[in-house]
């Protein structure tokens, strides 16, 4: 009974000391209350003329988002957001020097999007690229896009139906492009036989008055290396869609012969691409296939009969051969393999790409063939076999 | 205290010994001389107008005495017996046959010193004194006014029995009785408190629980020197192994259903007069957990309930520290728009989340402590003015933001999901520590707090079992009445970490033994008719 009182007075002396230094220690040095804080939720890399770059963040007017009065709501006079940017040697003087200008701590956990400008893209981005890969606070998670002028051009964009750019982009590259987040993108850099691509959004003026800024996803760039080589259109670089581990669904037109347009919805697709060394050359048999929606055709067709299904898989089998061929002979002519075919040929023959192909790829790229086969299903036609409006096409 | 011999003063004459407690009087014997008994009296009981002396003769003109509270007896009744010893019979001044042939009393019994008399008295009996007998008689004729059996308020069930205990023991060990109809439910009898002489039972199912564990409370109960016993609460603060604990190692109930589940897996129960919480023991953190409607709704409902509970007992733990935690030091945790949610709110808060959340916990608790106390009428009013000044207007007026309105109502509602009040109790008191916790140290100051709290707990006995068990230490098969609510069918076993001395519940070892000599009978009888055949 003794021995346990001492001990609870051990125990009370114990607890008393460790509350009184805790309160005079007070320190929390890392506390920071959401109210001290910036929250950048895009960024943007430029090249200047003179070498130095230009970091633009993209931050919300949380105090004006109106949660609180319950009204507004994003209309085009009261902006939610602003941007900023500052030319440094390094992006992290840049940072810095943007800081001064801020009476809140800039945060960088959680920008959605980092914008690339073409500047950068042209000189190469791993220089600018190293510190979000570095500094504790990034998101490798975040996606990466290019755009062809000015990136801070881009964060200005005024999209109407987000509060913020950085948000619309964010949306817009999960729906409309291949997205490439910052994690993809050191891998593509890195790995041997796979080269770079990014999806390219420009700002666009809403048509025909051009109230506002709106933002477009224009198409694909590819990289060599860390450099820009070429960028194509939307419609140009859509092959490469099958060659992703997600395939995101996309729209085609295509003139069947000359009795109209029809539109298909290519929802599932995938490619599956065969290695041969071929009279000593490397050779690549890509098999393609496809699964469509057709929401809408302008030819007088009848799907009731079996042959019209039939005719438009050629139809569009032609063209899908077409879109990845370009893509593939692109590939030959600018040296780079935003495919992939370099690792798909190292799985194959890792002996071979061991000691020959591994470090000259991109030399040997313009000397492969390639044969295309396509397979396309029509597998759903909509609600209707034959046009409610027949007599008029 | 001691035995008064006859070189002592005999304290009936001695005038220095005025008033004094029950105990004090053990051993003093009642005497022959009834005037002697009366002056005494008369001293002890100076002005107490509630206690009555009433002198009477018996038919045969012997001199007597009846004692007795006012209020604590049935009037008619004893008027009753009165009328037998005064009117009805001529009998004998023999308090011996008096008790066995004369008094028409169910309840009767006799007592040789003024201890045992005084406390049947005081207690509501009727005592009788004859002269020249040195015994007294004390008749059970209670009839003080109690409540009647009502719904437990505290512990109300959709489905299962509405009766709860009153403040009556008898009243209660008898509704215990009624469902355990079996000569094992032991129902021993103890007296505790200098001043207030309360009868505390301690119930049992003999060979079932652990006789030791029986031993140990009723040690623990009768080594109790206190005043008075005014609650249960008394004796649990006394028999508990560590006051300092903020866990309740007693629990309590005031449904006689609960009582009864909780004797038939080896607890024992206190039963306190004067107090309709009836405490078991050993008790474990899952009790508290556990509700008596569980074991009567389908198991599939209990069993999700269960986890519903296990969550929100988290849930009304960490949630403040978390939010906390979270939005001074994790901003990278939240989803981004949820962030910018949440900022946007705290825009024009001028206080640091912590006060901000101390804010509105401690105004939750005054609000919630307001409710309890107030009379009813009153207790509406203040719940509507706490919603609508706490709730609406301090975010209006920028005090608090809205989410934290959020997270406070979120730990209020999970507390009282807990189904006992004193366990709600502690978790809502842990979670101030683990608050500051979290404003010092982020996360990491929630897991370090939780780590201490854990560890308290599994250090934590309650009459020598350990207060996390069948968890911590594991016990496989008991699990299947913590982790999930299992079909009776398959809860045939008592809990084993218990100690209990009969591990079955449907007693298969007597069931067999009972076929076996019927069989053997049945067997007897057929010889014998062959015999009888032949």
């Known amino acids: ?75 085009s006079g009261n902006k939610s957001y602003y941007v900023d940017s500052a030319v440094g040697k390094t992006l992290h003087e840049a940072r810095a020097i943007l800081q001064t200008r801020m009476s809140r701590i800039l945060y ?77 993108m050191a891998q593509m850099n890195i790995t041997p036989g796979l080269d770079t691509f990014l999806p390219v959004f420009d700002p666009v003026n809403t048509q025909p008055k051009g109230d506002s800024k709106e933002i477009e996803g224009m198409g694909i760039a590819f990289f060599r290396g860390d450099k820009l080589i070429k960028t ?96 593939l002979k692109e590939s030959r002519k600018h040296r780079v393999d935003p495919i992939g075919l370099g690792l798909v040929f190292a799985k194959r023959y890792p002996k071979l790409w061991e000691d020959k192909y591994k470090k000259r790829w991109n030399e040997e790229l313009p000397h492969i063939t ?23 096409l | 205290m001691g035995n008064w011999t006859e070189q002592q003063k005999n304290p009936l004459t001695d005038r220095s010994l005025e008033v004094c407690d029950l105990i004090e009087l053990e051993g003093v014997p009642i005497s022959l001389e009834l005037d002697d008994n009366t002056s005494f009296l008369e001293r002890m009981f100076s002005d107490s107008s509630d206690f009555v002396l009433r002198k009477f003769q018996l038919k045969n003109s012997v001199h007597a005495i009846a004692i007795f509270v006012d209020g604590l007896i049935s009037t008619n009744d004893v008027n009753d017996a009165l009328k037998a010893l005064m009117v009805l019979e001529d009998g004998s001044d023999q308090i011996g046959v008096i008790e066995e042939a004369l008094l028409p009393v169910s309840q009767i019994s006799r007592v040789k010193d003024y201890k045992g008399l005084l406390q049947a008295v005081l207690s509501g009996d009727t005592g009788i004194i004859v002269e020249g007998n040195r015994e ?22 959709v489905r299962g029995p509405r009766e709860g205990f009153i403040e009556n023991i008898r009243t209660n060990t008898s509704m215990v009785r009624r ?29 079932v629980a652990n006789s030791e564990l029986v031993d140990e409370v009723t040690h623990r109960i009768s080594r109790i020197e206190i005043d008075a016993v005014l609650e249960s609460g008394y004796i649990e603060s006394l028999i508990q192994d560590n006051e300092y604990s903020p866990f309740p190692q007693v629990m309590y109930t005031e449904r006689p259903d609960t009582v009864s589940a909780a004797l038939l897996e080896g ?32 198991f599939q409902m209990a069993t999700v309930v269960r986890w519903l509970r296990y969550l929100f007992l988290l849930i009304s733990l960490v949630t403040p520290a978390l939010y906390v935690a979270v939005t001074t030091y994790h901003q990278h945790m939240l989803p981004t728009s949820l962030l910018l949610s949440i900022a946007a709110a705290r825009e024009a808060i001028p206080f640091p989340a912590i006060v901000e959340a101390l804010i509105m916990e401690i105004a939750f608790e005054a609000l919630r402590e307001a409710g309890i106390r107030l009379p009813k009428t009153v207790g509406q009013a203040v719940s509507i003015l706490g919603a609508l000044v706490v709730g609406q207007a301090a975010v209006q007026a920028g005090i608090v933001s809205a989410p934290m309105v959020i997270v406070v109502s979120i730990t209020g509602i999970a507390s009282f999901t807990v189904p006992h009040f004193n366990a709600a109790i502690s978790i809502r008191l842990l979670r101030f520590p683990l608050m500051f916790a979290a404003s010092l140290l982020g996360i990491y100051g929630i897991l370090v707090g939780l780590l201490i ?27 299947k009445d913590v982790l999930i609510r299992a079909p009776w069918a398959d809860l045939k076993d008592r809990p084993s970490f218990l100690g209990v001395e009969q591990a079955r519940r449907i007693g298969e070892e007597f069931l067999k033994k009972y076929q076996r000599a019927e069989e053997q009978s049945q067997n007897k009888e057929a010889k014998e008719r062959e015999r009888h055949d032949e």
């Open chain 1, 108 to 184: 960088f956990a959680h920008y959605r999007v980092v914008v690339i400008g073409s500047e950068v893209a042209r000189s190469g981005f791993s220089k600018p690229f190293d510190i979000i890969s570095r500094y504790p606070e990034n998101r490798l998670t975040s996606y990466v896009v290019m755009t062809k002028g000015k990136a801070i051009d881009l964060l200005n964009a005024h999209p109407q139906l987000e509060r913020f750019s950085g948000e619309s982009i964010r949306e817009l590259v999960k729906a409309v492009t291949i997205p490439v987040s910052i994690k993809d």
């Open chain 2, 179 to 207: 469902k355990l109809k079996t000569p094992r439910l032991k129902m021993k009898s103890l007296v505790v408190g200098r001043k207030s002489n309360t009868n505390v039972v301690v119930a049992f199912l003999d060979g």
């Open chain 2, 453 to 479: 709290i854990v560890g308290h707990m599994a250090s934590l006995r309650s009459f020598g079992i350990p207060y996390l068990s069948p968890v911590a230490p594991m016990s496989v098969g008991d699990l």
């Open chain 1, 370 to 392: 390639f044969q295309i086969h396509s397979n396309v299903q029509v597998t759903n036609i909509g609600q209707t076999t034959n046009s409610l409006m027949k007599e008029g």
């Open chain 1, 232 to 327: 194509y259109k939307r419609s140009e670089a859509v092959g490469i869609r099958w060659f992703q581990n997600y395939f995101n669904p996309f729209s085609l037109v295509v003139e069947l012969g000359d009795k109209g347009f029809i539109s298909a919805m290519v929802l599932k697709g995938h490619a599956v691409v065969k290695p041969l060394i071929k009279h000593g050359r490397i050779h690549f048999d890509i098999h393609l296939y496809a699964s469509v929606f057709m929401p809408e055709t302008m030819a007088p067709l009848d799907f009731n009969d079996q042959s019209a299904f039939r005719k438009v898989e050629r139809r569009l089998s032609e063209e899908i051969t077409k879109k990845v061929d370009f893509l």
């Open chain 2, 136 to 157: 007294a008689l004390t008749l059970g004729i209670r009839g003080a006014d109690t409540r009647s059996v009502n719904e437990p308020e505290g512990e109300a069930v």
């Open chain 2, 267 to 298: 607890r024992v129960a206190i039963f306190v007069d004067g107090s309709p919480m009836v405490l078991l023991v050993p008790t474990t953190f899952w009790m508290m957990l556990q509700a008596s409607e569980d074991y009567y709704e389908r």
């Open chain 1, 1 to 75: 009974m003794m021995n346990n009182r001492r001990n609870r007075k051990g125990l009370t002396r114990f607890c008393l000391i460790v509350s009184i230094v805790s309160i005079l220690l007070s320190g929390c040095w890392d506390r920071r209350e959401v109210n001290d804080i910036a929250i950048v939720i895009a960024m943007s890399v430029d090249k200047e003329e003179d070498g130095k770059y230009r970091l633009g963040v993209q931050i919300p007017l949380v105090g004006s988002m109106g949660s609180l009065s319950g009204g507004g709501g994003g209309t």
